[in-house]
């Protein structure tokens, strides 16, 4: 019986075809980087085929990463055995297609955004940038403009957007600046800075806030191998993630951007350097802007030159829009049901799509193949697409199904990964110096309040104290009585009085008379 990996040829084996299904199909590792597409409707064998092609990459020396969207890939890490249920039809099937049923475990790292069922994964702001955040938080085109001016004024003054909250500092930041930002940027209201707040508070409230920290995820802790040389399996914990879908495809395109933009070319390599496997498709381009959906398409495009192997699971190929359908060489179709005039209508859109066969109809293969039965059509010689081939798929070597609290907190425990994603970090970003900033404002402000810029005196004294202040010459002249007369004007008007009467003209002889006498 045959081996999973043909070394020699640069394949992998992927099932068996033709008649009596005895004909292996096989997939060439040069053109593995040319993306692939697995299809079909709920219950068909879409994740049996998406874990055959995990472990057959991993054999070769592939990493794989992949989203564990129902819970039951973890027992990639697991051998499975001849007491599963299904150990007798995989016996079978394995004879039928010619190949050799070797029960074996795999190397695994699980991964959790929100750090339970996994190592925690995490990104900053800064990395994610304010396209993909808008797109996270279903902004407008004017607050996602007011995300940009955060994001510009963030660098430009030297403040890392390393969390949640440093990115809720800055907005605050911006807010209060509005004024003088708008000149320089184009409008910032009060509004539209609100509106993102409100959606920041959301996606914290629903677990979000997990994603945003330190340390975060390098592209290298995924595209790695084990001692043996077998390429490590990333499995993503998806079950609760999925539950904010948003989230969930935001996050699988910040790690398809950052592939691109980190991986150096290579070319075309004789295998991809790592494989991604995007589960439930439909929800990285659900409502997507054009510009999200383009970014894909060019990422798609240009990927594969730089050794990494894209492939979309979905229930249908019209889940994917036609700019990155095209991109998809390698694909796996399993049953499609057609009970509507729209389902039949994708149907044909469909068959279409592959280089027909004589042999049979692809239309009614295509919706009459079994439970671990696809039609294929896999890439040939310079690229070319094979001829459709109705094909059963191998069965896995792992377990089928969900691994235990147990087995998963031990394939956990003794992952370097542990060390080093286990504990968050919190550095000095822009929620700390914008604190800083704002404390420093807070203390120049009570000391110009207690202190008079002219004197050196409280203000409360200076406000008690009074001041000469030369009469105004265009100021009428205020009344006798006023209070404000100078003290020699106080004296002439006692003087005065005094005159007035005898005795006090008694004493102001008196006075100058001493005054006389004393000369």
Do not use: C
Not at 106 to 119: A, L, S, Y
Not at 379 to 407: C, W
Not at 464 to 470: E, V
């Amino acid at each position: 019986m045959a081996g999973v990996v043909d070394d020699g040829a640069n394949t992998i084996f992927l099932g068996g075809g033709g008649p009596a299904y005895g004909s292996p199909q096989s997939l060439l590792l040069k053109y593995a980087n040319r993306h692939g597409l697995i299809a079909g409707a709920t219950g068909t064998g879409k994740t049996v085929t998406l874990q055959t092609l995990a472990e057959s990459l991993s054999l070769a020396g592939v990493p794989v990463f992949l989203a564990d969207v129902k819970g039951d890939l973890a027992g990639l890490s697991q051998p499975g055995g001849a007491e599963g249920p299904l150990h007798k039809p995989f016996s079978e099937r394995a004879g039928q297609i010619g190949l050799s049923l070797d029960y074996q475990a795999f190397p695994v790292t699980f991964w959790d955004v929100r750090g339970q069922k996994g190592h925690p994964v995490r990104t900053t702001p800064a990395e994610m940038g304010p396209l993909l955040l808008s797109r996270l938080l279903d902004l407008t085109d004017a607050q996602e403009g007011v995300m940009n001016i955060a994001f510009r004024v963030a660098d430009e003054e030297g403040l890392a957007l390393l969390d949640l909250k440093d990115l809720q500092a800055m907005l605050v930041w911006v807010g209060q600046n509005a004024a003088d930002l708008s000149l320089r940027y184009g409008n910032v209201s009060a509004a539209s800075v609100g509106a993102i707040q409100r959606a920041l508070l959301v996606l914290e409230n629903q677990g979000g806030d997990s994603l945003f920290g330190e340390p975060a995820l390098e592209l290298s802790d995924i595209i790695r191998q084990d001692a043996s040389g077998r390429g490590m399996i990333n499995i993503l914990a998806a079950d609760k993630l999925m539950q904010s879908p948003r989230l969930y495809a935001t996050f699988l395109l910040w790690l398809l951007s950052e592939l691109f933009e980190q991986l150096p070319e290579v070319g075309d390599p004789d295998r991809p350097r790592v494989a991604f496997f995007f589960d439930e498709a439909h929800l990285l381009f659900d409502g997507a802007p054009k510009a999200l959906v383009e970014k894909v398409e060019q990422v798609a495009r240009l990927i594969r030159s730089k050794g990494v192997s894209l492939w979309f699971i979905s229930q249908n190929p019209a889940d994917i829009p036609e700019g990155v359908l095209g991109q998809l060489g390698n694909r796996i179709q399993h049953a499609l049901r057609a009970f509507t005039a729209k389902d039949q209508k994708a149907l044909r859109m469909a068959a279409d799509n592959y280089r027909a066969n004589p042999d049979f109809d692809t239309a009614d293969a295509i919706q009459h193949v079994g439970t671990g039965e696809a039609v294929t059509s896999l890439l040939e010689a310079k690229g070319v697409p094979g001829m459709v081939q109705r094909t059963l798929i191998r069965p896995p070597f792992s377990r089928i199904g969900p691994a235990s609290d147990a087995e998963r907190a031990q394939v956990m425990n003794a992952s370097p990964m542990a060390l080093k994603y286990g504990r968050s970090m919190d550095r000095e970003s822009a929620h700390e110096l914008l604190s800083r900033r704002a404390e420093e404002a807070a203390k120049v402000t009570a000391r110009a309040k207690d202190t008079d810029d002219l004197f050196d005196m409280t203000r409360g004294e200076y406000r008690n104290a009074r001041r000469y202040q030369p009469r105004d010459e265009a100021r009428p002249e205020r009344g006798r009585s006023s209070r404000s007369d100078t003290m020699v004007e106080a004296f002439g008007k006692s003087l005065a009085r005094q005159l007035g009467t005898k005795s006090g003209q008694a004493i102001v002889r008196g006075v100058l008379g001493s005054l006389f006498r004393g000369r």
